[in-house]
């Protein structure tokens, strides 16, 4: 019989502690009826990442061991729908599909359901995916879990759930609290801020039979996280609403959104950027003139993130131009959130090329 961590998913193994599923011969022994990998156990216990090589071939054949009966839930993170849509759910077999966008508890209590659940549909119907359901969630509110359960129960019939989506959307964070809500105990799933938490298919039995499935997340290359230290990815992990921080800005002023990004205000009338990163992100205003020499001067200590290592496995800076006007516009960057445009001008953006950067209508 093939031995996977309850955690992860990953086939258990004793040889090499640097790839997925190792745990120690004797701690396998001692606990020959909760297999949990070291990796999970130290994520779980301690919030410390282990590096392991990830072999993202196997993650996404996991992917495709899905049953094509199964009624098949995406997760996208609402805070960063861009860049975490997985571009190939069109081709995935399922008869049932329902998009599930979680992590809307990020945003302010002012900000109306209603309005961001219009954007999520006509962003769905551009793109031809006509599910049979979405919807909008925090996976740490119970209401919204009750209600996400009633849904799934009623769509699924006599099938197995699956979950699928791009790393770091909550797809286990969503399981445990609706496994939760049937009776399991604990946290079954390991959940953190490590890419790719999860590392092979894992299957939770229901009472009718039928299963609930965690897939690998699909990798994503595009968000600004995927590059970041385990340190840094739990500093950019933000657990409670995100503080929109406004700046009145002339032409000739520059952002700065910690290291990754900046925006630099070419022409137009003064005008507000709400800018809504994660509260440990540095947002530094300065002039336009002072902002090449501001960067090289300051990278290491007032804007801190990424570090030397990151900002090369990040590459080279990528110009965009956008102009704004009379309709309410946002830049949206994926892994760090977007930068609501409100007045008129044009601005360039200097960001990371291998992280992921869209002009879109306001969603709030």
């Known amino acids: 019989m093939e031995l996977k961590c309850k955690g992860c998913g990953a086939k258990i193994q004793t040889v090499d502690p640097k790839l997925p599923g190792f745990i120690r011969a004797d701690v396998l022994e001692k606990r020959s009826d909760d297999f949990r990998c070291e990796r999970c156990y130290n994520l779980m216990h301690y919030n410390r990442g282990l590096e392991v090589a990830i072999d993202e071939a196997e993650l996404l054949a996991e992917v495709g061991k899905i049953s094509r009966d199964a009624l098949l839930v995406c997760i996208v993170d609402i805070f960063d729908l861009e860049g975490t849509f997985p571009e190939n759910l069109g081709t995935f077999p399922q008869r049932k ?8 508890d990020l945003f302010l209590k002012s900000v109306k359901k ?7 549909r006509k962003f769905l119907k551009e793109r031809g995916i006509v599910p049979e359901g979405v919807m909008l969630m925090s996976a740490f509110k119970g209401s919204d879990i009750e209600g ?4 799934l129960f009623r769509l699924k019939g006599g099938s197995d759930i699956c979950f699928v989506g791009t790393t770091n959307v909550g797809k286990s964070t969503v399981i445990n609290a609706l496994a939760k809500k049937l009776g399991f105990e604990g946290e079954l799933l390991t959940t953190s801020t490590a890419v790719s938490t999860t590392l ?3 299957r939770i039995p229901l009472p009718d ?3 609930l499935l965690d897939t690998p997340g699909i990798p994503n290359r595009k968000q600004a ?4 230290s385990f340190a840094h990815q739990k500093l950019m992990l933000q657990k409670k609403f995100i503080r929109p921080r406004v700046y009145q800005l002339k032409p000739k002023q520059t952002l700065f959104i910690g290291g990754f990004c900046r925006l630099d205000f070419l022409s137009g009338e003064a005008s507000s950027f709400v800018v809504n990163v994660p509260n440990a992100l540095t947002v530094h205003r300065t002039k336009t003139t002072n902002a090449e020499a501001f960067y090289e001067g300051h990278k290491d200590d007032i804007l801190k993130i990424p570090d030397a290592e990151e900002r090369e496995k990040l590459g080279n800076f990528r110009k965009y131009s956008f102009a704004f006007g009379e309709k309410k516009r946002e830049i949206a960057i994926s892994g760090l959130g977007f930068i609501a445009l409100v007045g008129s001008g044009k601005v ?7 992280i992921k950067v869209s002009l879109r209508e306001a969603i709030v």
Not at 97 to 104: E, H, L, M, Q, Y
Not at 225 to 228: A, G, V, W
Not at 349 to 354: A, D, G, Q, R, S
Request: glycine share 6%; with cysteine.
């Open 148 to 151: 996400l359960l009633s849904e």
């Open 225 to 228: 996280t995927y590059y970041l």
């Open 114 to 120: 209603e309005k961001i659940l219009a954007y999520l």
């Open 348 to 354: 360039d953006l200097y960001c990371f090329e291998k």
């Open 97 to 104: 599909k329902i998009i599930v966008a979680n992590k809307f």
């Open 200 to 202: 092979g298919l894992v």
């Open 209 to 211: 039979g039928s299963h």
